[in-house]
């Protein structure tokens, strides 16, 4: 019930295209669904997040679908570009009051020039 | 503002050694969490810390253990090192009233 499921594993693209990563949960109890884009070497970055009771937030070319019956969100990356490869986690957890995230097993992404 | 810095950045040791790894939060920050990350097993939450209390724990043995200063700072132990405690060491920093939380480039652990 404390899982994040996530797919696809890696992901292709062309450059200009939509790259869209998938996540699932369990547990109604989660409130807050963050998507992290980690570069090699690097610490994870926050990318984009949304809460349960907003269906779809849009920040530049990232959005964050929610669909709360399903249990399920995704990230859309429009207009895909080679500095977007990268690899990008979903996550969820219960706030406030904590950072205890539960991540998924992360996408990783290729933007082809 | 600074961000998240975690020393060292590499770190070699051999089995059944201990390590301690530092975490320096972004300033007025005063919630610490570390995670690790494998290949295998993705990030893994092993705890969370605020005002020198810890608030959660994740399901990692008690071979791993934390503690935060009173200026927020915080450090994580491995004792009795395995080889499978190879990973990268995340440490994460955030206000307490919810939000954003920034990581660290953590530090790189290898177990000989």
């Known amino acids: 019930q404390q899982q994040v499921k996530q797919s696809p594993q890696s992901l292709i693209v062309q450059k200009g295209g939509i790259s869209i990563i998938n996540c699932a949960y369990e547990n109604t109890a989660f409130d807050y669904f963050p998507w992290y884009q980690q570069f090699p070497g690097k610490g994870p970055a926050l990318l984009i997040a949304?809460?349960?009771?907003?269906s779809e937030k849009k920040e530049g070319r990232f959005t964050i679908s929610f669909n709360k019956s399903a249990k399920q969100f995704s990230l859309h990356i429009m207009d895909s570009q080679p500095g977007d490869s990268a690899t990008y986690f979903c996550a969820a957890s219960f706030t406030p009051g904590t950072y205890k995230y539960i991540f998924g097993t992360g996408t990783r992404l290729k933007v082809l020039a | 503002k600074a961000g998240v810095t975690q020393t060292p950045r590499y770190l070699i040791k051999t089995r059944g050694q201990q390590v301690t790894l530092s975490c320096s939060p972004i300033?007025?920050?005063?919630?610490v969490s570390w995670y690790q990350q494998t290949p295998g097993q993705g990030l893994q939450f092993l705890f969370e810390y605020f005002s020198e209390t810890q608030r959660n724990k994740g399901n990692f043995p008690g071979r791993f253990s934390g503690r935060q200063f009173s200026n927020s700072r915080s450090e994580m132990n491995v004792s009795t090192l395995e080889l499978g405690d190879s990973a990268l060491y995340l440490c994460?920093?955030?206000?307490?009233?919810?939000?954003?939380?920034?990581f660290g480039q953590g530090t790189r652990l290898t177990v000989v």
């Open positions: 994460a920093s955030s206000l307490p009233d919810g939000g954003v939380a920034f």
């Open positions: 300033s007025g920050h005063r919630s």
């Open positions: 949304i809460r349960p009771d907003v």
